[in-house]
């Protein structure tokens, strides 16, 4: 086991016995739930202790969300279980967003709001579905931001307004994120191609606007699922087959876009999370032998990874609890690893180790 600066050693590990899809920390308390490939669903504490366990989806659970203090699931199979609830949708549940207006489900070609309303028809399977922290111009509420193959739209809160963004998007749209001061939005393709353009969501504006310029951000393949914008708000990353890539949004250019460089990382990269208050990347990766653990790579000007935790197996999804302070990692043999943060790491005097040159 390898430390570094920044983690403490793993504080628990716990074996659920099962192939791990999704990991999720509640927003109101220190539970994390555990979505599995086999159908279980799995509720650990903050010291790694199993407060619950039960098997929602005997086809399989396909994705998970906490919503009023209950840990909600999604199967295969269309069914959503929310506590006492249980829902059936058409299709398969891709995604579930927990917003003020409600549970949102992506499920085949339409989103829903859980025992509400249910949207028209979209072009194909939404991929992703999540609220927006914009407000709509009659009610001040926020929307619904959703992408598939070939499209990104948004609603109002009630389903009943859909706009599109003008745009021809190439291949399969697989997530939209937004910086934390809503400035920029992205949107991350099942590929080489990935889309920067601002956004007026800070202002109490919308998510896709129509007319607005869209950037290209070129990069080597990913899957779609692992771009994310730093708590700073200046970086955007994109974990793809060949390392990091990340964009400086401080110098954008209005005809070729922000500047951005590789970090050649010599590992696969199946999840990837910002450390909570600085421009540091947190990955689960993989090695060609089939071990695997955490690497952190330093995104700002001294670009570099910092420090590596050997977990002996890939790790497949990441989560910060609620404060920051515990990083839940789910790992390819089917555990579940806590480590504490180190919370007064000095990262910006982390010493450069790897002499990154590579530019896009």
């Not at 990269?269 to 089939?290: E, K, M, N, Q, Y």
Request: hydrophobic share 40%.
């Amino acid at each position: 086991m390898t430390g570094f600066a920044g983690l403490e050693r793993p504080a628990w590990r716990v074996d659920v016995d099962d192939t791990i899809g999704e990991v999720a920390w509640s927003p109101l308390d220190d539970r994390v739930g555990v979505g599995c490939t086999g159908g279980d669903v799995v509720v650990l504490d903050a010291a790694g202790s199993m407060l619950d366990r039960r098997r929602d989806h005997p086809a399989g659970t396909a994705c998970l969300a906490w919503h009023d203090g209950e840990v909600v699931s999604g199967g295969v199979d269309g069914w959503v279980v929310a506590g006492a609830h249980r829902e059936r949708l058409s299709g398969w549940i891709a995604s579930l967003a927990s917003g003020p207006d409600g549970l949102a489900v992506a499920h085949g070609r339409h989103v829903s709001l859980l025992g509400g309303a249910t949207s028209e028809r979209l072009p194909a399977s939404v991929a992703q579905v999540r609220w927006s922290s914009c407000t709509d111009a009659a009610g001040g509420r926020p929307g619904l931001v959703v992408c598939g193959h070939g499209y990104v739209s948004e609603f109002d809160a009630d389903l009943s307004v859909r706009i599109d963004a003008a745009l021809v998007w190439g291949g399969s749209v697989e997530q939209v994120d937004w910086s934390p001061g809503g400035g920029w939005a992205a949107a991350s393709t099942r590929g080489t191609t990935n889309y920067l353009w601002p956004s007026s969501i800070g202002q109490g504006g919308r998510v896709v606007d129509p007319a607005v310029r869209v950037h290209v951000l070129p990069c080597p393949s990913s899957s779609g699922r692992l771009l994310r914008f730093d708590p700073t708000g200046r970086y955007a990353g994109i974990a793809t087959s060949g390392g990091l890539a990340v964009f400086d949004l401080d110098e954008v250019h209005p005809v070729a876009g922000p500047p951005g460089r590789l970090l050649p990382l010599f590992c696969d990269v199946h999840a990837f999370r910002w450390w909570p208050a600085a421009p540091v990347a947190v990955l689960g990766v993989a090695t060609d032998s089939g071990g695997g653990g955490l690497l952190l790579v330093r995104c700002d000007e001294r670009a570099a990874p910092v420090g590596v935790v050997d977990l002996g197996t890939p790790v497949i999804g990441l989560e910060w609890s609620r404060d920051g302070r515990l990083l839940a990692a789910a790992c390819g043999d089917g555990t579940v690893v806590g480590l504490r943060r180190v919370v007064d790491w000095a990262w910006q005097d982390s010493a450069d180790q790897w002499d990154v040159t590579d530019r896009l």
